[in-house]
């Protein structure tokens, strides 16, 4: 059976991958970029293959781009939230504007997009929610307060979707990438740096910054890989709710876990001890 996928942030990075490997699949592709002509740049011309220019933004645009992909194939079948941008650095030198920026993109981005493809899923009965979280929608990591919020907020979202959704049959998952060679840390592109400067943080900022563009270019993940693997997961008749995506972050994942399991186990002592249970 194929599937209509409507993909954000297909011009560059994961999003070129993934779309590639639906359409070698045999799916129809509508692929989403703030300039559809970098989409068609990226994937070449195609008959299954609708670029659109959307900011995920703006909610009257993806209501508008969701309305064009049905008018052009018929349906939305899966839809993947992947858009998204990493504003780098620590709380206090990242600015309220930028924050605010981050949230609107990571998150308010993905809802925007959602709750214009469900009411599409829900006329059909079917349908599938994919969204692209990140290791640091799991685990807090250093340089990471603004980003990690967002993709915090995002696992949050679908966790419950999730509940709301089930009933007229629509699936959702949540892929968590661990680092992959995506363009997340092109500077200035996907990344961007703190606005704000405190001498506190100076040296650290600076040492972090050169790291982060080191590693660019070098991550261990294959985005093309991952793209082949979504598609299997996109087709399976019960799809998981999660997907833990590069050996990475499933390592960070188990020890969260353990480190949880450890604090659950010193509340139950303290409590005890404490008589809060009783």
């Keep these: 059976m194929t599937n209509v996928w409507f993909i954000t942030g297909a011009a560059r990075g994961m999003g070129v991958d993934l779309a590639e490997a639906a359409l070698n699949a045999g799916h129809r592709v509508v692929g989403t ?3 559809a002509a970098k989409v068609t740049a990226a994937l070449g011309e195609h008959e299954n293959l609708l670029a659109l ?4 933004t703006d909610a009257d645009a993806a209501t508008a781009a969701i309305k064009a992909a ?5 349906s939305v079948d899966v839809l993947v939230n992947n858009a998204g941008n990493f504003y780098a650095g620590y709380f206090e030198e990242i600015s309220d504007a930028q924050f605010r920026a981050q949230m609107e993109t990571n998150f308010f981005g993905p809802l ?3 709750r214009a493809a469900l009411p599409v899923m829900r006329k059909q009965r079917r349908g599938h929610v994919i969204t692209i979280t990140s290791a640091a929608g799991i685990i807090g990591q250093e340089f990471c307060a603004a980003y990690a919020a967002s993709k915090f907020a995002l696992e949050g979202w679908m966790e419950s979707l999730h509940y709301d959704v089930q009933p007229f049959g629509i699936h959702t998952t949540i892929v968590e990438p661990g680092f992959f060679r995506t363009e997340l840390l092109v ?3 996907s990344s961007i740096w703190p606005e704000l400067s405190i001498d506190d943080y100076a040296e650290r900022t600076t040492q972090t910054i050169a790291v982060w563009k080191s590693m660019n270019g070098l991550q261990g993940g294959d985005p093309a890989k991952l793209g082949a693997a979504l598609v299997t997961i996109a087709d399976l008749e019960t799809p998981p709710l999660r997907f833990v995506a590069g050996a990475d972050v ?3 994942v188990e020890q969260k876990a353990s480190l949880l399991l450890a604090q659950v186990d010193a509340h139950r002592e303290l ?8």
């Excluded at 049905?70 to 018929?74: A, K, L, S």
Aim: proline content about 0%; cysteine-free; aromatic content about 4%.
């Design 271 to 278: 409590s005890s001890t404490m008589a809060i249970d009783a």
């Design 112 to 114: 925007n997009v959602t």
């Design 70 to 74: 049905v008018g052009r194939f018929g």
């Design 250 to 252: 499933v390592a960070g």
């Design 53 to 56: 220019s959307l900011d995920v």
């Design 33 to 35: 970029a703030r300039d």
């Design 187 to 189: 500077e200035g592109a």
